[in-house]
């Protein structure tokens, strides 16, 4: 699972210095079949992830940013930082007996929900994995090169 943390990351900042070589324009434009931009997905990517993880640490729902707080590289490359800083320490202090611990969470109808931490856990990566493919498809729209999503060649499992 850390492993997986990690490939996220680095698949991230890959993402983050392919924007470099993008307009604003571009990476702001609304896309198709995702959660907006370019860039507003980079944001959400980020947010979902600090937001569940700040819950299973037991810290009060962060407040909410918005995304024009954070609409340029820049800006979201701090918010990314201060994030991943944040939840870091939980993350690389994951065990087995964390995996069955309950959080009871408020949906949008107030309405509480209870979940295992290890399915919460599983949900941040695989919603990370799931927009990455949104931002490769993207890409591939204005003609750009997207970005790699293979596991292998990032040095993450050494042999």
């Not at 990690?6 to 993008?22: A, G, I, L, P, T």
């Not at 992830?49 to 962060?62: A, C």
């Amino acid at each position: 699972m850390l492993k997986l943390f990690e490939y996220n990351w680095q698949v991230r900042k890959d993402w983050f210095d392919w924007c470099d070589s993008v307009t604003e324009k571009e990476l702001l434009e609304k896309r198709r079949g995702g959660p907006g931009s370019i860039l507003y997905t980079l944001f959400h990517i980020i947010d979902v992830e600090y937001s569940w993880i700040s819950g299973l640490q037991g810290k009060p729902e962060p407040q909410e940013p918005t995304f024009e707080d954070y609409a340029n590289m820049k800006k979201l490359r701090e918010y990314s930082a201060r994030c991943h800083e944040e939840i870091t320490p939980f993350i690389y202090a994951w065990n087995s007996s964390m995996e069955t611990r309950i959080l009871e969470d408020g949906n949008p109808t107030n309405k509480l929900e209870s979940f295992k931490y290890g399915e919460i856990i599983r949900h941040v990566l695989t919603h990370e994995i799931h927009h990455i493919g949104q931002l490769s498809v993207w890409s591939r729209e204005i003609g750009k090169q997207p970005i790699t999503a293979n596991v292998i060649r990032r040095g993450l499992f050494d042999c």
